[in-house]
């Protein structure tokens, strides 16, 4: 049994995870130098785009450094997409984180034109789909973990199940936490981000012991 599609579908989830985990890195970076720039953690709310910039070595910087931010996280998403696409005809989990990304592309969208309280909550909803693809993702995993008759992937994957869970909610509480305590802002948005990327590393290592577990060789192609 080599769940061909399965394979692949995980591989293009390798590549987008990697993706992510450098975008949410460099952002991390960002707010970092933010803090730094502010003088003293908590003195004051937050730094203007033009500080910023002026900490990052001048305004060509600060514009590329976040435009490849967002460049990364569009590509990134697009691939999930690809790869959860691929995988599903294989196992319903998959279709399932498929349908979570739809869901989370609609709140998106809502989240876009809506304000106050109601922005908030979508928000939240939108992280809140946004793990639960990745749930869906390692089912998927474990589901063929099983038929490749891994057991050990299957319990890591119970494991990191629990862990994605506990860092997503760290992330989400501080994240609500910044906009709550205006003088701690800077350090709350780094401690959140900090659980993303650990997240994001988790789950990237889980992906890649994933695409081994296939014992597929890649054969080389002359150039």
């Known amino acids: 049994m080599t769940l061909r ?42 730094i203007s785009s033009q500080e910023l910039a002026q900490a990052m070595g001048g305004g060509a910087l600060f514009m590329i450094t976040g435009f490849a931010t967002i460049v990364l996280a569009i590509i990134a998403y697009i691939m999930q997409i690809v790869g959860v696409n691929k995988a599903k005809t294989e196992d319903a989990s ?12 609609i ?3 809502i989240d876009s034109f809506a304000g106050g309280w109601f922005a908030a909550l979508l928000s939240i909803a939108t992280k809140v789909l946004s793990l639960l693809v990745v749930l869906c993702i390692i089912s998927g ?9 891994n057991a050990e992937m299957d319990k890591k994957g119970g494991t990191i199940y629990i862990v994605m869970i506990v860092l997503s909610v760290l992330a989400i509480a501080f994240g609500m936490l910044d906009s709550m305590i205006p003088s701690m802002e ?16 988790v789950f990237l290592t889980y992906l890649s012991k994933a695409v081994k577990m296939f014992g597929i060789e890649e054969e080389i192609k002359p150039l």
């Open 186 to 201: 800077l350090l709350l948005t780094f401690v959140a981000g900090c659980f993303n990327i650990a997240k994001s590393v």
């Open 141 to 149: 995993v474990r589901n063929t973990a099983v038929k490749l008759e």
């Open 5 to 46: 599609n399965t394979y692949d579908g995980l591989k293009t989830l390798k590549a987008a995870e990697v993706l992510n985990t450098v975008g949410l890195s460099i952002a991390g970076l960002i707010v970092l130098i933010s803090m730094i720039s502010s003088g003293s953690i908590g003195s004051r709310d937050s």
């Open 107 to 109: 709140v998106a969208v």
């Open 94 to 105: 998959f279709d399932n984180a498929l349908m979570y990304i739809i869901g989370g592309i």
